[in-house]
């Protein structure tokens, strides 16, 4: 059975920067699209950006371009998600995730979340 596990979460400051890494347990996931989301306390849960494990296409959502990277090791089944410039509505639980053909309709594996807070 696939897991899912994120680390690297954290307080930080405004402005810092954090590395979040999602490691991918139990299986492989080629074909599969590897994304991040977040959701913040009372909204609903917001698609951040993805990459694929065949490729290195990334594609991110407007809030966070030109300040958030992901990245991946295909050896360690490890996803990343750097984090740069932070602001406070950035504060919200980070998950990853894994989809294959239903442009994160539905996707197949979901990690347990890890918690960013940003505040001085």
């Known amino acids: 059975q696939v897991q899912l596990l994120e680390s690297g979460g954290g307080l930080v400051q405004p402005g810092g920067s954090l590395r979040l890494s999602c490691a991918v347990s139990?299986?492989?996931?080629?074909?599969?699209?590897m994304g991040w989301f977040r959701q913040a306390p009372g909204k609903d849960r917001e698609f951040v950006g993805q990459?694929?494990?065949?490729?290195?296409?990334?594609y991110y959502a407007e809030s966070v371009k030109g300040r958030f990277t992901i990245s991946k090791e295909n050896a360690k089944k490890t996803v990343y998600l750097q984090m740069t410039s932070l602001k406070p509505e950035d504060t919200a639980v980070y998950y990853c995730?894994?989809?294959?053909?239903?442009?994160?309709?539905?996707?197949?594996?979901w990690g347990q979340g890890t918690q960013v807070t940003v505040s001085s």
């Open positions: 990459i694929r494990w065949s490729g290195d296409t990334t």
């Open positions: 995730a894994a989809d294959q053909y239903t442009g994160w309709r539905h996707p197949q594996y």
């Open positions: 139990g299986g492989t996931l080629r074909g599969y699209a």
